[in-house]
């Protein structure tokens, strides 16, 4: 058990919404991910960071923003939530020694954009 | 760019043997083995690093071929618990800027029936 946990477990939100989706570990990792799955195409990478306030893009970014003020803690933000969106986001930490990183996901959260 | 991976999905019997393919058009530093049950979150199941070594969690073994940019799984003789879906996932660099980023393959389903 990696200790992260996510919030809220399950979303239902309207089309122009703003979402915050909360991702919390108790581990102390530097590095922190946020991925959302859809049938056929895996796990993508939407934002990723490698410390306090330090944070860059991943594959799938566009339309997502995140933010991370303290080290156990990683936001990710739909500003405008669109149909598209809709999808499973997981949240994961990076562990171990350059080269190695061993990812470990949280639950993750059921995001349903209406 | 997504790794491939074969096959897309595999039914088999208790006791059977199965091995799952993960292949990359870039040169590799380590290859990550995870697998997903249906409504959970992704579980690390071990690591290949370039050179050899091999960090794992379970009884299930794999190969990395560093000149042809593949790995494979190896699950022998398979249990019920098996099943699930299979993931690799891919780090390219591994120096301080690669900050743990992997890429992940789109996912190959295991069934195993009594």
């Known amino acids: 058990d990696a200790g992260i946990t996510q919030s809220p477990r399950h979303k239902v939100t309207e089309t122009g919404t703003p979402v915050t989706l909360r991702c919390h570990q108790t581990e102390n990792h530097r590095y922190m991910y946020w991925y959302r799955q859809d049938p056929g195409h895996g796990l993508r990478l939407i934002h990723y960071s490698y410390g306090v306030k330090d944070t860059d893009k991943g594959e799938v970014s566009d339309g997502y923003s995140v933010s991370r003020s303290k080290t156990e803690d990683f936001l990710l933000t739909l500003e405008s939530a669109t149909s598209s969106q809709t999808s499973v986001y997981f949240c994961?930490?990076?562990?171990?020694?350059?080269?190695?990183?061993?990812?470990?996901f949280g639950p993750g959260t059921r995001l349903t954009v209406t | 760019q997504q790794p491939v991976q074969s096959p897309q999905a595999v039914i088999l019997r208790e006791g059977e043997d199965a091995v799952i393919n993960c292949s990359s058009s870039k040169a590799l530093y380590s290859v990550h083995w995870y697998r997903q049950k249906h409504g959970e979150a992704p579980v690390f199941l071990m690591i290949l690093l370039k050179g050899g070594e091999q960090k794992g969690h379970e009884k299930i073994s794999a190969s990395f071929n560093e000149k042809k940019q593949q790995s494979s799984l190896y699950l022998t003789a398979s249990q019920l618990s098996y099943s699930g879906t299979y993931f690799c996932g891919l780090l390219v660099n591994a120096g301080g800027t690669s900050y743990g980023k992997l890429t992940f393959g789109q996912g190959t389903i295991l069934t195993v029936h009594p």
């Open positions: 994961a930490i990076g562990s171990g020694t350059s080269g190695s990183y061993e990812q470990y």
